[in-house]
Every structure is written in C-alpha cells, then in structure tokens.
C-alpha cells in the first residue's frame, strides 16, 4: 500500500475543496476541460458546426453590406439583388440547421459524458473508506452527485460550442477587419478593450468577496435545513420564534451580501454591456472622420458600419461563459474529489479466518483535519462469543473502534485482527460475511419492510423473514402495517418509531446470521413498551456471538464478559462489571450516573402504567 493512496484514503480527503475564488479564468476552464476529453471528436464536431452556425448569423450582415454597396456604385441588378436575398435566406436556414444540429451532437456527448462520470463516482464510493461516504459530508456528496454533475451539462453541453464559436467569430472578424482598415478595426475593438478592463476589475474585486458568499450561502442553507429537521422540536417546545429569528438572520445575510455584491458590481456590469453593445460609440465618429478627409471609402465605411457593429453579441456570450465559471468550477473540484478518491487497498483473495475473535494490538488512529488522535495505543483482545462492552464519555472514541473493526478506515498504527487476520488482509466483501453492524441511526430504504430485510440475504424465505422479525421481536408491528411485509416503510424508514427501526436493523442482521456483531445500542426511547422489546432483541442477537456494543444499558453492560472504559482515546479501565466496581474509578462513577438515570425511566415508566404509584419520576 502507497503512502499517497493511505493519505488519500484517510478521511483528510474531507477538507473543503480550495475555493475557486483563487484561481484564474484559464485554471478554471482548465479544471473542466478534461470532463469532455473521453468524447473529445463529438465536442469538437459540435464547435465545429456551431461556428459555422456563428459565422452564418454573421451572413447577412455581410449580404446587406454587399447590397448597399452595389447600389451605391450603381451595379445593384434586380438579379443580383435577388440572388443576395436567397443568400441571405440560405444563411439564416444554414444557421438554424447548424446550430441544431451542434446542440443536439454536444447534447447527446454531454449526456453521455454525465452518465459516464456518475457511475464512476458511484462505483468509487463502493470502494472509498466507508468513514469517507458516512462522513460529515455525505449531503455534499449527495448534492454533488445530483446539482454538479448536472451543471457540467451547462458546460458541456452549451459553453463548449458556443464558446468556441465565440472565440473563432471574434478572432476572425478582428483579422478580417484589419484587413480592410487597420484605423478602423482599432476603433472596433477599443470599446472592447476598455469592457473587458472594466470586467477584469470587475471580477477581481468580486473574487476577494467570494468566500465570505459562498460562507453567508453555506450559513443560510445549514440554518434552513436545521431549521426544517428540527421543526418537531421547535414547535414541541415553542421556540420558533427564536429558530426562525437565527434562520431569518442566515437568509438576511445572504440577501445582504448579494445586494452588496450586486451594488458593487453593477455600474461595472452596465458599462461593459454597454460598450460591447455599442461598438457604434467609436465605430461611427472615427469613420465618419476618416471618411470626411477622404481617408476611408464609403464602401469601406459602410463594411465596418454593418459587420463591426454585428460582432459585439459574441463577446457577450464569452462574458456569460466567465460569470458562469466560478459556480463551474467549485463543483469541478467536488467532482474531482469524488472521482478519484482513494481507496482502501484491498486484499485480491479470501484470507483465512481462524475463529470469530476480535482483537485492536497497540491501535493508533486519527481523523484527518484534527488536532489530536481519536484513539491513542488501543489493545484489547475479544474472545469469540463473548459480549465486550465500550462505555465512556461522550467522544471518548467508542464508536471509532467500531468503525475500524468494519473498516470504514485503516488503523494509522497497530492492527486490527478480525477471525485472527488482520483486516487489511481480508477483502471487504469477506469481512461482511462475518460482520454485521447496527447503528443507533438504521438506515432503511424507502421500500417494502421484506425488501429492506433481504438486503441481508436475498434468497432468505418468507418463513425465515418472520422467524427473524419474530426473534427481534418486530413481527408484530411488521404484521400491524397495512401490508404487513409488503408495507412501505417511508423514507428513511419515516412511518416507524427509532425503537422499531432498530428491531427491524436487528432483524436484518439475524437473518445475516455473523459470527460477530458491532452494535451501537440506541441511547434513548421515551416509550417503556419499545424498550422492552428492543432489550429482547437485543439479547437475541448477542447470544452465542461475538460482540463488540457501545453499550448505554445497565443490563448490557452488567452482563457483559468484558467491560472497556474508553477516555480521550485510550482504554483506562477493563475487566468485568464488579472488578471495575470495586476499583471505583471512572466506570464506577458512570455506574452511578447511569442508575441514577435509569431508576429515573424506571420511575416515569411506572408512573405511566399505575399513576396512583408512589415511584415518582425525580
Ligand atoms: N468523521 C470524523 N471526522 C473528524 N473527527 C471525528 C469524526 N468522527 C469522530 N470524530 C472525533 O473523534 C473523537 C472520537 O469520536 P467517537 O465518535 O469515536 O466518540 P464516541 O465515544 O463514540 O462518542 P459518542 O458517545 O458521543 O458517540 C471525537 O473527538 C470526535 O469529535
């Protein structure tokens, strides 16, 4: 394994892309050229035609300017004059069947190339660390997958052909007018030259404002989104008026700094549509004095009259493209990102699993981005079949153990031995068969409850679906729904309680039926009736494995075999319930807290069942 392909796979990669605002126009274009490299000929046959769609728009121009022409030399024929008409007409006919036809070629390109490249990152995300995928940023992944990708359409797609042609017709009439008169064509492009200044001005102003933008985009979005998830709180609590003032002041924000932005960048804007448009403001005054002292004839006049006054419109569309390129660009790097993230380097052939135990030598890891190790030298050895619980503090480093153990990332020093193999050496899809997590947060597809339990083992019948739910004890809400195993549970499992969800994750993983199970049991249930039945699931499950639970329950923790106190990193504390108790060190004072708060659900448990009782919830 490479060093770089370690870095990459490490959750460093997390750190956000660096701002687009640093780069300039041709890093950027630079950025997305690559996206249309593998359909390289179709693009450039889209350019190709749209440039001669471009150049077709620009026909007629030149048809009235050989028109007027002849009349004013007195050669005009009625002939000629109605061949120029059909030349005018089959200009405009040529442009519409060109550009058409460059639309639909970059079209079809583009959408092949956006296809292409999101099953490249989905296949990539089947390979990344699964820390990466369930990190922090996984709505970004999501967004960059959807909004991004569909973005480089815009590129692709539209800027590519129309850039070109843009460019090709601004070069070429530039050339063709210093051919005719170099006094003139100076004249043409200066407006020009002082638009593209003023933008230049423009946009490095503009680029110094960029991050406190995306900053005040990124503040409103998070506030809105919070606001929105939290909403249940909120009203249950009657805060919205304090929610909504925060949510408020985000959208203020960004209001402000758009107006801001708009403010400053206007009268700039304005001026540099206004000379592009306007090429007349030098074109006529400079020409009519050429022409009065005899310098420049009226044929010539009228030349730049008609094609120096048509060419501004392309210039304009250049404009488009760069104010389009920021947004363009800062989703690039997302999809770069994403493209090619590492992976974690993975064993070609099975490795030989040994038994069902679970062992951390001298383990050493740390997120990428933070300033101290989540885990510091973690050793502990669990037997097979035997229960090991992971209690301690909030950030403690719980859950990290539980996601090397599944390998969501790599140990940075030490190893982690699963079956006695360390699990660098077991290629994922094997550890999977004989490793299953819960999380307290299940993850359910917004499918049939049968659906989301043969994740676990597609060809599972329907009699070992119900045995499993019944031994998680979820048959009988199962069976309450509608359609029973047939019901649709919502997204993300939404018409089920947290307890239910859980018994369900629960389900799955007995009808997966590993040898080791890496739990992290739910903290809290407010309802006594789920919380009995999650407990008899529970006890199911852990009986005759291997498991490894963040416990949070009395019981579970009393009856496990080991018990591992995590602080700051490091294992302080091991051994059995009553040797920690009598070392009356931090797993004793957790003990007390913890009865303390479980008499108190204990209490309000009772109290619902019989009011008249005297075991008063404190
Ligand atoms: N994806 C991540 N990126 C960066 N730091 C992280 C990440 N996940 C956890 N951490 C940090 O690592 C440390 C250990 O976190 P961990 O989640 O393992 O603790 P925990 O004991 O499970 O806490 P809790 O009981 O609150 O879930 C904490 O300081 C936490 O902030």
């Not at 319930?577 to 931090?586: M, R």
Request: aromatic letters at 8%.
């Amino acid at each position: 394994m490479s060093t770089e392909t370690v870095e990459q796979a490490s959750p460093q990669a997390d750190a956000p892309p660096r701002a687009a605002s640093e780069s300039t126009v041709a890093s950027r274009v630079a950025l997305l050229l690559p996206f249309a490299r593998d359909d390289a000929g179709r693009y450039a046959l889209a350019a190709l035609l749209s440039t001669l769609g471009t150049l077709c728009q620009l026909g007629p121009f030149y048809v009235i300017y050989l028109a007027i022409s002849a009349l004013l030399d007195g050669s005009a024929g009625g002939d000629y004059l109605f061949g120029l008409a059909w030349a005018a007409l089959a200009l405009v006919v040529g442009q519409y069947v060109l550009m058409g036809l460059a639309m639909l070629i970059s079209h079809r390109a583009a959408f092949g190339t956006l296809y292409r490249l999101r099953l490249r990152i989905g296949e990539r995300l089947g390979r990344v660390p699964l820390g990466k995928v369930m990190s922090k940023r996984s709505g970004e992944i999501q967004r960059t997958l959807s909004d991004d990708v569909e973005r480089l359409e815009l590129f692709l797609a539209h800027a590519i052909p129309d850039v070109v042609a843009a460019v090709v017709v601004v070069v070429a009439s530039t050339i063709w007018m210093l051919v005719v008169d170099w006094r003139m064509a100076l004249a043409a492009v200066a407006g020009l030259v002082v638009a593209f200044a003023l933008m230049n001005h423009g946009m490095r102003a503009s680029q110094g404002k960029m991050g406190g933008y995306m900053a005040a985009m990124g503040r409103m979005n998070g506030s809105i989104v919070e606001m929105v998830r939290g909403l249940p709180i909120v009203r249950m609590f009657n805060r919205t008026d304090a929610t909504f003032a925060e949510t408020q002041d985000a959208i203020h924000g960004a209001a402000k700094y758009q107006a801001d932005w708009g403010k400053a960048f206007l009268p700039l804007y304005t001026a540099f549509f206004t000379l592009t448009s306007a090429t007349a403001i030098t074109i006529v005054p400079v020409g009519l004095l050429l022409w009065a002292n005899d310098a420049i004839g009226a044929t010539e006049l009228l030349f730049f009259f008609v094609i120096g006054l048509g060419y501004g419109g392309s210039v304009v569309k250049l404009q488009d493209f760069a104010a389009q390129l920021t947004v363009l660009s800062y989703g690039a790097q997302l999809i770069n990102e994403l493209k090619d993230a590492g992976e974690l380097p993975e064993a070609d052939h099975d490795a030989e699993f040994r038994d069902a135990s679970v062992e951390f030598r001298d383990v050493t890891f740390g997120y990428g981005g933070a300033d101290r190790d989540a885990l510091t030298g973690v050793t502990f050895h669990a037997a097979p079949r035997t229960i090991t619980a992971l209690v301690g503090p909030s950030g403690a480093g719980k859950s990290t153990v539980a996601r090397l153990i599944c390998r969501f990332f790599d140990a940075r020093e030490g190893a982690v031995l699963v079956g006695g193999t360390d699990v660098k050496e077991i290629p994922f899809s094997q550890l999977m068969r004989h490793v299953s997590f819960v999380f307290q947060e299940t993850f359910l597809f917004d499918d049939t409850v049968e659906a989301n339990l043969r994740l676990a083992r597609p060809d599972a019948t329907d009699a070992e679906l119900e045995a499993a739910c019944r031994a998680a004890r979820a048959h009988e809400f199962v069976t309450a729904l509608p359609d029973g195993y047939r019901s649709r549970i919502g997204q993300h499992g939404s018409r089920l309680s947290g307890g239910e969800l859980q018994r369900l994750a629960i389900a799955r993983t007995l009808l997966k039926g590993t040898e080791i199970v890496v739990l992290d049991e739910a903290t809290a249930f407010v309802d006594p009736e789920n919380e009995v039945a999650l407990q008899a699931a529970i006890d199911t499950l852990v009986t005759d494995r291997t498991v490894i639970i963040i416990a949070h329950r009395l019981s579970t923790i009393a009856g496990a075999d080991q018990i591992l106190v995590v602080d700051d990193g490091r294992i302080t504390e091991r051994g059995r319930h009553e040797d920690l108790i009598s070392a009356d060190g931090l797993y004793a004072d957790m003990w007390r807290a913890f009865q303390s708060t479980e008499r108190i659900a204990l209490g309000e448990a009772v109290h619902k069942a019989d009011p008249t009782s005297t075991m008063e919830p404190t």
